[in-house]
């Protein structure tokens, strides 16, 4: 077991960003960065070590799967066969359920100064998921990013939804209130008290939804909106304008004067303010996380993708290589 602050290794460094990272989960447990203000800070929540991250309940920094997201009531049809998968959040399956992917012990089968491959093999049956899946997350480091390549084989066919649950804060100790967040979506999913959808995607316009332009996320999580009430905050999916590569969300911290911008080849991005951090998780530091202390910004498909037609599809096939990337790009913010 690793020590209180120890990771199990560290790429990158230097003026470049550097990663320190868990085999548990395949976590980033700190992310060092320069900020726009010259100085070099961990700008990624973290947990001290790895049977923190099993015992967490934020999925703080790991890899989240099979099926990140909800699956409505832990039921799906694939291949004509109905799946009964366990359900860990008010009667839904979330992010794999309570064994997912982010428990579990990942090989680091690749490993340079830049760069480190982790595999994992969830075997058929798994969680109630068909199929023997071989999952691989590589992370590296460039000049000014952050990029991790997750891709996935199966036997069989199954569901895969992958994503990083890495949360950030740019700013100096403190919540996100006073960072500024856009999203380039002209629709967002709608969803009930539980978070799963409760019908097609709507627009953003004219609703406290809407991060086309640059918001406070002060002035969004604490909007009257009986959604936005419900989560605590924002835990909605956002459908990104365009396909393909492409920047899906910019963060700015202004006491900082840093600029986070996520890259993905995602249709959805969930934006997920932290806000059931209750002071049960801690971080390397020993401190508690607390209600909006960092923002989950997650590429990945739509809630209960599965079991809505029509949307872009979870189903991958025995010979088919899934396959997505995400980068984190720093640069200097303001004036």
């Known amino acids: 077991m690793t020590s209180a602050t120890a990771a199990d290794l560290v790429i990158g460094g230097g003026d470049a ?29 973290g947990l001290a070590d790895a049977e923190a991250v099993r015992q967490g309940s934020a999925y703080v920094g790991s890899v989240v799967g099979r099926y990140a997201n909800r ?55 798994d969680a109630g998921y068909p199929g023997e899946l071989t999952v691989r997350a590589r992370y590296a480091i460039a000049e000014d990013r952050v990029q991790l390549d997750l891709s996935a084989t199966t036997t069989a066919t199954t569901l895969v939804n992958l994503t990083s649950h890495t949360y950030l804060n740019l700013g100096e100790d403190g919540t996100i209130d006073d960072h500024w967040l856009q999203v380039p979506a002209r629709r967002y999913t709608p969803v009930d008290d539980t978070s799963i959808p409760v019908g097609e995607h709507r627009p953003v316009h004219g609703t406290p939804f809407d991060l086309t332009e640059p918001r406070r996320v002060a002035d969004v999580v604490r909007d009257p909106d009986p959604e936005i009430r419900a989560a605590r905050g924002l835990d909605h999916n956002y459908v990104v304008d365009g396909a393909g590569w492409r920047r899906v969300a910019t963060l700015d911290a202004p006491a900082t004067r840093t600029r986070m911008d996520l890259w993905s080849d995602r249709p959805g991005l969930q934006v997920y303010t932290g806000n059931f951090f209750d002071g049960v998780d801690r971080d390397r530091r020993g401190r508690a996380l607390r209600q909006g202390d960092g923002i989950a910004l997650e590429p990945q498909l739509a809630p209960d993708s599965p079991n809505r037609p029509g949307w872009p599809s979870a189903v991958l096939e025995p010979g088919e290589t899934y396959r997505t990337r995400i980068a984190w790009v720093f640069s200097a913010w303001g004036p």
């Open 71 to 125: 699956i409505a009531h832990g039921r799906a049809i694939v291949a004509g066969r109905e799946l009964r998968l366990p359900t860990n959040d008010r009667g839904h399956h979330l992010h794999g359920g309570p064994d997912g992917f982010h428990t579990r012990h990942w090989q680091v089968v690749e490993k340079s100064g830049e760069a480190a491959t982790f595999e994992l093999v969830s075997p058929d049956g």
């Open 17 to 45: 960003p550097e990663l320190h990272l868990l085999e548990v989960g395949a976590t980033v447990q700190r992310m060092v960065v320069t900020c726009g203000d010259g100085r070099r800070r961990d700008v990624a929540l």
